[in-house]
Nanobody, 123 residues
């Protein structure tokens, strides 16, 4: 599975962005998908995950209520809608695919990773 993240950019605090993660090589319909981020000088952290069925989602406390993860298996794409953005959301955002049965926050469980897209939120 090859993953291509896009949609990052520069936005003012309080603004919105929608990230996309397009998969190729095989269908991701049987994969749970996650978004992670890494800010400058910090370790990578979990942001959100969605079960392969779309029936269950999981969010980091720092983004709960502001970010929404969704998927369109027909388009082989996963999305991250980010609203009410804050300067502390500035990071490179990565999508990842997990062949496990359940969603997980553990990045080590993910099998495939995209290249990342930069989100910069100005104050």
């Amino acid at each position: 599975v090859q993953l291509q993240a896009s949609g990052g950019g520069l936005v003012q605090a309080g603004g919105s962005l929608r990230l996309s993660c397009a998969a190729s090589g095989r269908s991701i319909s049987s994969y749970s998908m996650g978004w992670f981020r890494q800010a400058p000088g910090k370790t990578r952290e979990f942001v959100a995950a969605i079960h392969w069925s779309g029936s269950n989602t999981n969010y980091a406390d720092s983004v709960k209520g502001r970010f929404t993860i969704s998927r369109d298996n027909a388009k082989n794409t996963v999305y991250l809608q980010m609203n009410s953005l804050k300067p502390e959301d500035t990071a490179v955002y990565y999508c990842a695919a997990d062949s496990g049965q359940f969603t997980t926050r553990n990045g080590l469980r993910y099998d495939y990773w995209g290249q990342g897209t930069l989100v910069t939120v100005s104050s």
